[in-house]
């Protein structure tokens, strides 16, 4: 049985700095079980500074990099070289400073890449490196939007309701850049580990409304959990608009 956990850090940095300790501490423990470990990045402030975290810390040794193998949730179709790019932020962040085997990273095609501006054709791509099934992923990072959104899917768009394909392209995203290539739910939810990754007054609405049980057309957020464990990991601020107590690490 999935279960649901929310955390609640003081502030942003104490946030990015214990998950980062924490993603040290599972990966380890997966690798001591099976031998590699799967991490999916998110984008976004809190899910590139938790990278840049881990970055800085001396237990990142503890981990065997060239046993683990990176995906993505969801990226931006934009060029390679593009700072807006997830897996640029994230190999600047971290993916650049550790041992990782460069054939275990996978990363979404760019709008410069082998597929030229066919965003179609590279989200076909990711689709059929997750063929004939989307891997049990160990531990899946989730940011989110105010409005909802997680990975790109965004409230009452076409991707919210994909149910067969595991990846899709996304086009007239409300934040741009407009267009993305994004994990849809059902891939999400083949996760062991969902971590829910956000700090701010502005996702205060879109987590309460998620944890109160809304719907994920309205609140895609909502339908991210993972097989195992869904893990909300907040500062004060997000946590803000929640009415129940959750635990609350002291600084
Ligand atoms: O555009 C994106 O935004 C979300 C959330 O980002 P944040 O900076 O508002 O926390 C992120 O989860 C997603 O991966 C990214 O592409």
Known sequence: MSKTEVVVYE?????AAATAARLVTRIVDVQAAKGSASVVLTGGGTGIAILRELRDSSARDAVDWSRV?????????????????????????????????????????????????????????YAELLTPEVPAFDVMLLGLGGEGHTASIFPESPAVYEQDRPVVAVRDCPKPPPTRISLTLPAIRRAQDIWLVTGGDAKADAVAQALAGAGE???????????????????????????????????
Do not use: C
Not at 96 to 105: A, I, Y
């Open 217 to 251: 057309v309205q609140i895609p957020v909502a339908g991210a959990r993972g097989s195992r464990r869904t893990l909300w990991l907040l500062d004060r601020g997000s946590a803000s608009k929640l009415t129940k107590v959750y635990q609350t690490p002291s600084a």
């Open 69 to 125: 193998d990176v995906y993505w949730g969801d990226e931006r179709f934009v060029p390679a070289d593009s700072d807006e790019r997830n897996e640029k932020q994230a190999r600047e962040a971290l993916l650049d400073h550790v041992p990782l085997d460069p054939k275990r990273v996978h990363a979404m095609a760019p709008s410069d890449g082998e597929f030229g501006d066919d965003v179609d054709a590279a989200a076909a791509a």
């Open 11 to 15: 502030n942003p940095d104490l946030l």
